[in-house]
């Protein structure tokens, strides 16, 4: 069965130090993934989403950026924290169909 | 990608059925209806997907209007740990191999013992 996997799950980072969040997946090939933003009492929000290896769209500009180096791994990055980019940040996965599975996610807070 | 509107929460009694409604007046011929839902501090999890005949699983039942312009999803029997944010999404299925799925605010159920 497949299983998707995200760590850490608590971040408390200053403002203006960097940013790696890493999401994996297990028991898929080549998966759709998708990294997500949720403030505080708000709907989620794409941030990213990916097809392929090296391969990375962006919904929003923003202060972070995304990469996939292998086919089931997806990372977060930033390379200067806002105390904007507070919040629960999920990574989730979906074959060709209309299903999303989510990760357990990450709650960042940014001082 | 049409648009929803759900009301912001809801109160059910546990031991009975739990109603949330979705309306989705904009929505294409080709839009399916999804149901996710999620339990505080945790991913969001799939419930449910109809295109016009209503539909049914072991965790819920979607009831999609004639016109399909609005549904109600319904947990038949509401426990406490049905108590999370459910979200209401209309989409077309993509031309290409990538779907995007859209979360709004959607509904806060509060299932009360």
């Known amino acids: 069965s497949q299983t998707i996997h995200q760590w850490p799950a608590t971040l408390v980072q200053p403002v203006g130090s960097p940013l790696s969040l890493e999401c994996t997946v297990e028991?898929?090939?080549?998966?759709?993934l998708y990294w997500y933003r949720q403030a505080a009492g708000r709907g989620l929000q794409l941030l990213f989403y990916s097809v392929g290896i090296g391969q990375i769209s962006s919904e929003v500009p923003q202060n972070l950026s995304a990469s996939r180096p292998q086919d089931r791994q997806f990372i977060l990055s930033s390379k200067k924290l806002l105390l904007s980019d507070s919040g629960f940040y999920l990574c989730a996965w979906s074959l060709v169909s209309y299903e999303q599975y989510f990760g357990p996610g990450t709650r960042l807070t940014v001082t | 990608d049409a648009k929803t509107t759900q009301p912001t929460s809801m109160d059910c009694a546990e031991g009975r059925a739990a109603n949330l409604p979705c309306n989705h007046s904009t929505i294409s011929g080709n839009e399916y209806v999804y149901w996710y839902r999620q339990i505080h501090s945790q991913g969001p999890q799939y419930i449910i997907h109809?295109?016009?005949n209503n539909e049914t699983n072991e965790m819920a039942s979607l009831i999609i209007t004639e016109d399909r312009k609005s549904s109600t999803l319904i947990l038949p029997h509401a426990t406490l740990r049905d108590t999370a944010v459910y979200y209401c999404?209309?989409?077309?299925?993509?031309?290409?191999?990538?779907?995007?799925?859209?979360f709004g605010p959607g509904t806060s159920l509060s299932v009360i013992p």
């Open positions: 028991g898929t090939s080549n998966p759709n």
């Open positions: 999404i209309v989409r077309a299925r993509q031309e290409t191999s990538y779907d995007k799925v859209i």
């Open positions: 109809g295109l016009k």
